[in-house]
Nanobody, 129 residues
Framework: QLQLVESGGGLVQPGGSLRLSCAAS????????IGWFRQAPGKEREGVSC????????SYSDSVKGRFTISRDYAKNTMYLQMNSLKPEDTAIYYC??????????????????????WGQGTQVIVSS
């Protein structure tokens, strides 16, 4: 059974940092493009970042560019989102997602939720003083 499990969320003060993790089980992430999304109360799910199967292509939404960094550890079958300089508007439930891609699409890196078909259950991030 394919499963993604996020961890690392919590309460942090503005300007602080958190690192989210997303561990895969039941499959290997090596053949998958992966992404991070977030959803704040009353808002639509937003694509935050993605990284391609190859690991060579990454992209970020304008709202997090320069503050968040996506990465993946092929050996640990885990992906990460390092979040620095957090702001209250970063408060949301954060989800990781994955989509299997072939070698010909190894640099595919979208940020639309419809592009991914495996999802974690989410982890809450609250940025507040």
């Amino acid at each position: 059974q394919l499963q993604l499990v996020e961890s690392g969320g919590g309460l942090v003060q503005p300007g602080g940092s958190l690192r989210l993790s997303c561990a895969a089980s039941g499959f290997t992430l090596n053949s998958y493009a992966i992404g991070w999304f977030r959803q704040a109360p009353g808002k639509e799910r937003e694509g935050v970042s993605c990284i391609s199967r190859s690991g060579l292509v990454a992209s970020y939404s304008d709202s997090v560019k320069g503050r968040f960094t996506i990465s993946r550890d092929y050996a640990k079958n885990t992906m990460y989102l390092q979040m620095n300089s957090l702001k209250p508007e970063d408060t949301a439930i954060y989800y990781c997602a994955a989509k299997r891609r072939g070698l010909s699409d190894s640099n595919w890196c979208p940020r639309g939720a419809v592009d991914f078909d495996s999802w974690g259950q989410g982890t809450q991030v609250i940025v507040s003083s």
